[in-house]
């Protein structure tokens, strides 16, 4: 099983970075081998949109089955959960202590976002208001 850590840092001794989608790193440990990889988020982080959503897509690619973050917006949570993912908030503290929080089964599987993620998160459908300008016409008053 493959479990991704947002981190701050590219070393298990690394803070836990709050953010999913635009973390700086994902570590991630394979409890077979029960050893780290780093993975650089910079590109990713620094995207226009949907970072979430590309940061899922980055964990699908190698194969992570648990994420252990602070917080998922809407999009991106519900992107993780499409792709078989798991998720648990409330990641604090090193990689290390979240890691070992989650094996000591001190974390709870999220049920949804807890972050509203960024304002185009929740795009609402506008209605085109057509609103005729009154004419207005001028005299030309002539001395």
């Known amino acids: 099983m493959r ?4 981190a701050r ?3 298990p001794s690394s803070e836990v970075d709050e953010s ?3 973390a700086y790193w994902f570590l991630l440990f394979d409890t077979k081998t029960e050893s780290y990889v780093a993975v650089d988020n910079t590109v990713i982080r620094n995207s226009q949109e949907n970072a979430g959503v590309k940061a899922a897509e980055l964990l699908k690619e190698r194969n992570v089955n648990i ?10 949570f519900r992107s993780l959960v499409e792709k078989g ?3 648990f908030h409330g990641a604090s503290g090193s990689v290390e202590d979240t890691l070992n929080a989650w094996l000591e089964k001190g974390m709870i599987e ?3 976002a807890n972050s509203p993620g960024s304002p185009y ?11 005729d300008a009154p004419k207005v016409l001028l005299d030309l008053l002539k001395p």
């Open 121 to 131: 998160c929740l795009v609402v459908q506008s209605k085109t208001l057509q609103v």
């Open 20 to 22: 999913f989608g635009r």
């Open 85 to 87: 993912i798991k998720v």
């Open 110 to 112: 999220a049920e949804h």
């Open 3 to 6: 479990i991704a850590i947002t």
């Open 9 to 11: 840092g590219s070393h």
């Open 67 to 76: 994420l252990l973050t602070g917080e998922t917006g809407p999009k991106a």
